[in-house]
């Protein structure tokens, strides 16, 4: 009954334009100086209700306008360690909704959110799947996505994705079975403090005293070992 009473209380609009403001004061003055503009919504939004006055209020207060009709806007940054940041001068309206489905926000900060093993399962136990989530983030992000965080969002999500596994062959030399693995490895920022050299395209030398930390590391992003010798697998469900 609650739901249906609010229902009533909708309006859908298509083919609008709406003002975003940096805040209430800013929206509300405005209004206040050029009334019958709009319909203020929320605390920072103001529904243009004129068609012919749009044009001039555009042109005259906005410095940027955003086509939802078009691609997604590249307004994201994101480290080897899974934080995001929103570019505010880039972001759309839509954007904050999508990480909040994958991603956990910063509470000091409204634009750094961050990528965990927490938040991809829990995308997933709501639908996602690591696909889902890896098209998102190339379609929102100014550069490529870090190889070492693309392994872990498969391995998080808990999708067979990696065919074979990386093996620990002593407790100095990493063997790597699987070429993508290889690669994000070679390729880390955050992995090359536990590495001494390499040994070949698939086969790193793990600094002895470090062994321990990297296995840690390792399964911070789905690579567990998996028994005594060493095997470490990206973790799916079968």
């Keep these: 009954m609650d739901w249906a009473a ?15 403001f940096v805040d209430q004061r800013t929206r509300d003055a405005a209004v206040a100086k050029k009334p019958g503009n709009g319909v203020a919504v929320g605390e920072r939004y103001l529904l243009l209700s004129d068609t012919q006055q749009r044009g001039k209020v555009l042109s005259a207060r906005v410095s940027r306008a955003v086509d939802y009709l078009s691609p997604p806007v590249r307004c994201l940054t994101i480290s080897e360690a899974g934080v995001l940041e929103v570019l505010p001068t880039r972001a759309d309206l839509l954007v904050h909704g999508e990480l909040s489905a994958w991603a956990e926000s910063e509470a000091t900060n409204h634009n750094l959110w961050r990528l965990t093993r927490h938040s991809v399962q829990k995308a997933v136990s709501a639908g996602w799947n690591a696909d889902g989530i ?6 929102r992000l100014r550069h490529d996505l870090p190889p070492l965080l693309l392994v872990a969002i498969r391995a998080w999500a808990g999708v067979r ?3 074979t ?4 062959a002593t407790d100095l030399v990493l063997q ?5 693995v290889a ?12 590495l001494r050299g390499r040994l070949g395209r698939q086969t790193f030398l793990v600094k002895q005293e470090t062994v321990d930390a990297f296995r840690t590391k390792l399964a911070e992003f789905g690579l567990r070992v998996d028994n005594d010798l060493g095997v470490l697998s990206a973790e799916w469900k079968e």
Aim: glycine fraction near 2%; proline fraction near 4%; aromatic fraction near 4%.
């Design 176 to 180: 790597v079975a699987d070429r993508e």
């Design 6 to 20: 609010r229902r009533e209380q909708l309006s859908v609009y298509r083919n609008v334009d709406v003002l975003e």
């Design 134 to 139: 890896i098209d998102n983030l190339k379609q």
């Design 161 to 163: 994705t990696l065919p």
């Design 165 to 168: 596994t990386v093996t620990v």
């Design 183 to 194: 690669h994000a490895i070679a390729g880390s920022a955050l992995l090359q403090p536990y």
